[in-house]
């Protein structure tokens, strides 16, 4: 695996807090590969949410660079980053954030009716994401008629509708039981094996260890360590 795709050189980001300065990423260099599975790991204000919103274009850094597949986000304007937002990267949240009085083809059509897309082929494509996901039997259900697992699998649909390039999965099992938080985790990495969609998570979860190609650890706004899959030693309850 070496296409890279994404290139972070030289990240920093600052908050002011009046008295205080905080230091939520310094000096982040990383490369993330066309098609990998890379999770990132660290205890809450490590920094991973903050490096996770970078890589999304959902905020900027205070110096550096974010570049994917070429294009440089730190050099676009807001309405240049919502239209790259829109057209290359989904995005899969814990909370789901799905719209209660839709059902789950209107939920994963919205983005893409909101893209430009006619109607009728934006309930192709979402019946076409919501079948790939598993889901082609819950078409027409509401979040409030479907189980966390169902309605997560419906934000995973959501955030393929529009053949991104990237998946930004933020904490996507935190709210699901054990065996549900495996399938949506094998759910990603098949994903990912099968379209060439680069998966990036932010978690603390460590089943998602077994499945990524790398684990990316922050630690104080840094990189702690960029490891391997097969150079962890993963025991049950443990990471070695």
């Known amino acids: 695996m070496n296409n890279v795709l994404i290139k972070v050189h030289d990240l920093n980001k600052q908050f002011d807090l009046g008295k205080a300065i905080v230091h939520a990423l310094r000096s982040i260099n990383l490369e993330i590969f066309k098609g990998e599975y890379l999770s990132i790991m660290g205890p809450s204000g ?56 839709y059902d789950a083809v209107m939920n994963v059509s919205l983005p893409l009716l909101f893209a ?36 997560q699998r419906v934000a995973i649909a959501r955030a393929l509708a529009n053949d991104p390039a990237i998946i930004l999965a933020d904490e996507p099992t935190a709210n699901l039981d054990l065996v549900t938080g495996g399938e949506i985790i094998d ?14 998570t932010a978690t603390h979860d460590h089943k998602m260890l077994d499945t990524s ?28």
């Open 213 to 240: 190609d790398r684990i990316l650890w922050i630690k104080d706004g840094a990189v702690d360590r960029l490891e391997r899959r097969e150079d962890l030693d993963i025991k049950v309850g443990s990471v070695g």
């Open 116 to 151: 430009g897309l006619e109607p009728e082929k934006a309930r192709e494509r979402a019946e076409e994401v919501l079948t790939r996901v598993g889901l082609g039997h819950r078409l027409d259900h509401r979040p409030d008629e479907m189980s966390g697992g169902q309605q």
């Open 46 to 101: 490590s920094g991973k949410s903050t490096l996770f919103n970078m890589i999304g274009a959902l905020d900027t850094p205070t110096s550096g660079h974010v570049e994917v597949a070429g294009v440089d986000l730190t050099e676009l304007t807001a309405r240049q980053l919502a239209h790259f937002r829109g057209h290359h990267i989904g995005y899969v949240f814990q909370s789901y954030n799905l719209l209660p009085a």
């Open 187 to 200: 759910l990603l990495s098949g994903l990912s094996k099968e379209l060439g969609v680069t998966v990036i």
